[in-house]
């Protein structure tokens, strides 16, 4: 019985802490088995004596592992000297302090976890995440980039950055990393509104189109996606007439009084559109198209 959660994990998948908990719980079974089997077999005073012997032992070892556990430095010390490979350790301490917003001693690890596993997405992410939270966007970038070049399955990681692309305001380069998501998960409803939004925010309303017919495709009556379509083709009827966007001023389109960029965990109209803004001189439409209909 104490195997059995092996079968469906495999073996040391978890982590040690993770593990350790995992077959605690199997392993009391076994253990209480034992003892009855042997104290079946023994007298009153032998089954007593067994049996204070057992308790004995038990306190033993649980009283210490008790009192180190309840010790916090104690533990961080531990957790820091577990040999666990990839600074897991390192990184699961930077985790707890990014948790409850000690972000100085969160990034004082994650720095640390980069250091000793420069492989490791999870520290580059957690070090990106910590050094955001603290206002320092730029230096949080490198991070965050490399966070996603080692694990690039991963969306959350890439929405990540694209929330932070947003608040540098790199349009073209949340663009591309909303494309990736919609190349992971062509179901993403807000993956292809938010790409939509920004290709409408860069003034390519060809490509804004393009990006809403895809997604309507997946979810053919979905009303904000085909207002987005209907803001996009308005849009590009406005630049086609020769009232569209020209360098060093914007014009008003009909999604400039709407909503920004769709991302997982940020206000839509927090970033973009800001002050009433249109969109920025367009790009060519028709490069970015290429480039959409080879991800998806």
Request: with cysteine.
């Amino acid at each position: 019985m104490f195997f059995v959660p092996s079968l469906l994990t495999g073996a040391g998948n978890l982590g040690a802490a993770r593990n350790w908990d995992l077959f605690a719980a199997p392993s009391v079974a076994p253990a209480l088995c034992g003892i009855l089997l042997v104290t079946d077999r023994l007298g009153g005073r032998e089954k007593r004596r067994l049996l204070l012997g057992l308790v004995a032992v038990s306190l033993f070892h649980t009283v210490p592992w008790v009192a180190l556990n309840a010790d916090f430095d104690r533990s961080v010390e531990r957790i820091a000297a577990l040999p666990l490979g990839l600074a897991r350790g390192e990184t699961l301490l930077g985790t707890y302090h990014l948790n409850r917003g000690e972000l100085g001693q969160a990034e004082r690890w994650f720095r640390l976890a980069v250091v000793r596993a420069p492989g490791n997405p999870s520290a580059e992410s957690g070090l990106g995440l910590a050094l955001a939270r603290q206002g320092r966007l730029g230096a949080a970038l490198p991070a965050m980039t490399e966070a996603v070049r080692l694990k690039p399955e991963s969306v959350e990681m890439r929405y990540d950055l694209v929330n932070l692309l947003l608040s540098l305001e790199r349009w073209e380069a949340a663009a591309h990393q909303l494309e990736a998501v919609v190349g992971l998960d062509s179901r993403d409803r807000e993956a292809w509104l938010g790409l939509a939004d920004l290709r409408m925010r860069l003034g390519q309303p060809d490509t804004a189109a393009f990006v809403a017919e895809t997604a309507l495709r997946h979810y053919p009556d979905d009303a904000e996606l085909l207002r987005t379509l209907a803001d996009a083709q308005a849009l590009r009827v406005v630049k086609h007439q020769g009232q569209g966007t020209s360098r060093g001023r914007a014009t008003p389109s009909p999604c400039s009084r709407r909503r920004s960029p769709r991302t997982r965990g940020s206000d839509r109209c927090a970033r973009l559109w800001r002050d009433g803004r249109g969109p920025p001189p367009g790009g060519a439409d028709s490069r970015a198209d290429q480039n959409l209909a080879r991800t998806v």
